[in-house]
């Protein structure tokens, strides 16, 4: 069906959508639904065929680092090098293996988008309703819908009684939406088609006919999933950092392999040898223990996270979270509390307040900060009784909190009345319901009629513009001033409540229920109105306020309404009072560029499409932008997919998309992402430490190595010894640096650049420093051994020695980039403190072990050798801390001061 054929479903009355399928309110004949069946195809959301694990196994060796190591194997097997090559292939299948084992739990939101689609549906064919398998549906179909049933395809509905369907998994909307058959304009964004039902959205209250217009791939749904499957995950910006590192590996390799074998070949030494000495170059050039540091440094803050409520499904997303320029938000859930609270009341003129939030037994009516005697407030009374009794939900007491079952708008309003102290069992006792008539959405009202002893008494509760023209009176018996009514309920809806007024007649003859609806349409006496919203979480405000403090910007983006977002926007400082919100409709007529500018200056997008979401995210992707995205319905699998992270909730959240997503947020808090973005940033500089720790070791051997080269000396290491330094010793302490707590004021810096690199220019020019220092120490113990005539073995292993303590002592530089690490306490990272005792403890072992001595061709060494050797290697501590007092911490590039939350 082309889109004009689709669009005219809505636009048109029931019968121009029969006549356009072709069908007719008998609904299809057996013989016409098989012949549709076959040009439509069966009504399912096919999964794309599941990545074969092959081809996941190869990934994990697609990386310019990998490629480097693969070759310096390569290289050590062909020289016979066995024991170096089997070193370079351990760390790779370690690595394979724990990468390979996080890709196969990878995005499957496309399958579970079949998961929302019922298996059977009850329709009219032939004239006779019968059930049949969902996924045999066709356009043209008729299907009957009642109370708790899952919309089985895209329905135009032909008749609806009391309808409101749940479609939070597709808006995001905290309430039911109420239906009807109403035709609506041809732009109308599917949200707010109100005589459509969508596929996989459920049928709150009422019942339904509706015609089958779309099936499979063909239903919002399906486009979702056609959305989902299209989007592709972005190169996270620490994949990016690193294949940028590797890459200027690369290129300083091949350029020291390119000098040293032509210094090598000047001097006429042999190629045989020139390719040994290269192996040992390309070994020191090489971080191997970089893959596995980086991969426990992740796995470290998925654990820290875990502990915040922050389930991590994809590693890379950790670090991602630290680099957050934009958050894209919903409202309903994460921001909010998803549970409706009536928070104003006004009645008799006078305005209350209401305590409390969610579902709370704690709270109170409140007028000018005391709970009011309900008996000398006739009118709040009455108000209150309204809402409690012209109501099909129910709530229990449990300890703190209520359970409730019903519309959240019915739970609110039983809630508040308990607040003010009514007993709703008594209520009810009192005055028993004996007819009734339910919510009509082209009516607007719904009633109750109830015995009270001498008479009936009808109470009714809509929307205040219907309910004042039903009255004649206020609650004194004066003429009603419905321009007062309407004032008031603007003023709340305002503020982004749903109002509703309440009204009541009392009958002394006792009116019979077949009356009920006569005696409501007229002569009502109005008592006032309840205004109510989904409030802010508690924490919210705060974790708000931290992300515009580190420089993080918040984006409101929901399908609820605008007055809705605009209000919870302001108590949590998101907006402010001259802020406007960017409507659905608005984002598609508006270009790329307008709509970026738009989002600068609105925060608030209201009414939003899954379309209009993706693209939002896209264009802060293609400005450079870090971005999060939050959602927890089916609407938001396809910008969950295409954002930098997407964050899904645990609790509230559809199984699309917490599958869409690289990140679970168990409690649906947004303040436990904000905790996740404080770790993210941690894991960062813990990788950033550890990678300093190791390149500047690395470019320390490559000075050590080339220097001797130039200088004609023998090598102060073979291969086997450099790979000694490189997996074992060092990676024995940058595994420690994994752990390593934050730094002070980590939330307060602006989100990094996400073209900065790993190591920063400061961190270069620490690094040189520094392996200049340990090359320099590390060739004068070595040729002070040469000239004493001792063997280059020994000269060999005075070498290793000299690197090893000096790799000891710098992991305690590389705890902080800024602050001496005589102001660090050295128990706050006990792992780091017992791998370099580890580190120390093996390298001696190994010095005293035969089996070791001929593995690693080094000697032992006298205490006399291990004094000197720690002398000098503990000038790194020295240098390091001349160059942090000459390069100190820069004050928070982000300002504290930002948008206060308005008061609630």
């Known amino acids: 069906m082309i889109e004009s054929e689709r669009a005219s479903a809505w636009s048109g009355e029931p019968a121009e959508a029969i006549e356009a399928l072709d069908s007719s309110e008998r609904g299809l004949g057996s013989e016409e639904a098989e012949r549709r069946l076959a040009v439509h195809g069966l009504n399912e959301v096919k999964p794309p065929p599941a990545e074969p694990w092959t081809r996941i196994l190869i990934r994990q060796f697609q990386s310019p680092l990998i490629y480097m190591l693969i070759a310096a194997a390569a290289v050590a097997l062909a020289l016979g090098e066995v024991i170096d090559a089997t070193a370079i292939a351990i760390v790779l299948l370690f690595n394979a293996a724990i990468g390979f084992t996080q890709s196969l739990q990878a995005a499957r939101e496309i399958e579970a988008l079949g998961l929302l689609i019922p298996e059977r549906a009850n329709v009219i064919r032939d004239g006779t309703e019968v059930t049949i398998e969902a996924n045999r549906l066709v356009p043209g179909d008729v299907v009957l819908l009642e109370a708790g049933a899952k919309v089985p395809a895209d329905l135009r509905l032909l008749h609806a009684v009391s309808l409101e369907a749940d479609q939070a998994l597709l808006t995001g909307e905290s309430v039911p939406v109420a239906k009807s058959v109403r035709a609506v304009a041809e732009t109308t964004s599917p949200g707010d088609r109100l005589n459509m039902l969508i596929g996989g959205t459920v049928v709150a209250r009422g019942r339904a006919r509706g015609l089958v217009v779309t099936t499979g791939e063909a239903t919002e749904l399906g486009l979702i999933a056609a959305s989902a499957a299209a ?323 918040v984006l409101m983006i929901t399908g609820d309404h605008a007055a809705t977002a605009l209000a919870i926007a302001g108590q949590l400082g998101i907006a402010d009072a001259n802020t406007t919100s960017l409507l659905g409709s608005e984002i598609n007529e508006l270009g790329d560029e307008e709509l970026l500018e738009r989002l600068q200056e609105r925060p608030v997008c209201a009414r939003t499409s899954p379309q209009d979401k993706l693209r939002i995210v896209s264009l802060l992707q293609a400005q450079g932008e870090v971005v999060a995205v939050t959602g927890d319905g089916v609407n938001d699998a396809p910008a969950l997919k295409a954002a930098h992270v997407g964050v899904a909730m645990g609790l509230s959240g559809t199984s699309v998309a917490r599958e869409a997503a690289e990140m679970v947020v168990a409690d649906d808090n947004f303040a436990s992402i904000v905790a996740a973005v404080h770790q993210g940033r941690v894991v960062f500089d813990n990788v950033r430490k550890a990678t300093f720790y190791l390149i500047s070791s690395g470019v320390a051997e490559i000075i050590a190595v080339l220097t001797t080269i130039l200088l004609a000396w023998q090598l102060p290491f073979v291969p086997a010894q450099l790979l000694w330094l490189n997996v074992v010793t060092n990676g024995v302490q940058d595994v420690g640096l994994a752990f390593e707590p934050a730094e002070p004021r980590v939330l307060e810096q602006a989100p990094r650049p996400p073209r900065e690199p790993v190591i920063s220019r400061l961190l270069w020019e620490r690094t040189v420093l520094v392996a200049i220092v340990m090359a320099a120490g590390t060739l004068v113990l070595f040729r002070l051994e040469l000239d004493a005539g001792h063997s280059i073995e020994r000269a060999q292993t005075v070498a290793l020695t000299t690197m090893v303590l000096f790799q000891a002592f710098h992991a305690g530089n590389s705890r902080s980039t800024w602050q001496s690490v005589f102001a660090m306490n050295p128990f706050s990272n006990r792992l780091l403190l017992l791998g370099t005792a580890t580190a120390v403890s093996l390298h001696a072992l190994a010095l005293a072990l035969p089996p070791m001595q001929t593995v690693l061709r080094v000697e032992t060494l006298g205490l006399a050798d291990w004094a000197r050797i720690a002398l000098v290697a503990s000038s790194v501590v020295v240098v390091v801390e001349i160059h942090k007092r000459l390069r100190p911490m820069p004050m928070p590039a982000v300002s504290t001061e930002s948008t206060e939350p308005a008061a609630a």
């Open 231 to 553: 989007a592709e995950t972005p190169e996270t910006p620490l994949q990016h950092r690193m294949s940028g590192l590797a890459r200027a590996i690369g290129v300083v390799l091949v350029g020291v392999l390119v000098f040293g074998f032509a210094a090598g070949l000047a001097r006429g030494e042999s190629p045989g040898d020139l390719l040994l000495t290269l192996v040992a170059l390309a070994v020191s050039a090489i971080p191997e223990g970089l893959p596995i540091v980086l991969t426990i440094t992740l796995a470290v803050g998925v654990r820290r996270m875990a502990a915040r409520n922050a389930i991590i499904r994809v590693l890379s997303a950790v670090e991602t979270l630290g680099s957050c320029t934009f958050i894209g938000s919903d409202k309903t859930g994460t921001l909010t509390q998803n549970r409706m609270t009536v928070k104003e009341i006004w009645a008799g003129g006078e305005r209350y307040e209401v305590s409390g939030s969610g579902y709370e037994t704690a709270g109170q009516v409140l007028s000018g900060g005391a709970a009011p005697e309900l008996d000398s407030h006739p009118d709040l009374r009455l108000t209150l009784v309204a809402g409690a009794l012209c109501n099909e939900a129910s709530i229990v007491s449990r300890n703190a909190e209520y359970d409730v079952y019903g519309d959240p708008t019915e739970v609110a309003l039983l809630i508040a009345a308990t607040k003010a102290g009514l007993d709703l069992e008594e209520l009810r006792s009192e005055m028993p319901r004996v007819a009734e008539i339910p919510f009509e959405a082209e009516a607007r009202f719904a009633a109750t009629v109830h015995h009270d002893h001498g008479g009936t008494i009808t109470f009714v509760k809509g929307a205040p513009e219907r309910v004042v023209t039903m009255c004649s009176r206020g609650p004194d018996d004066s003429p009603l001033d419905a321009e007062v009514v309407l004032e008031e309920a603007h003023r709340m809806a305002s503020a982004g409540m749903r109002v509703l007024g309440m009204a009541y007649r009392s009958d002394a003859g006792g009116a019979a229920s077949g009356d009920a609806e006569q005696a409501v349409t007229s002569d009502l006496t109005f008592l006032g109105l309840q205004g109510m919203i989904d409030p802010p979480r508690p924490e919210t405000a705060q974790a708000v306020h931290d992300c515009q403090r580190a420089g993080i910007k």
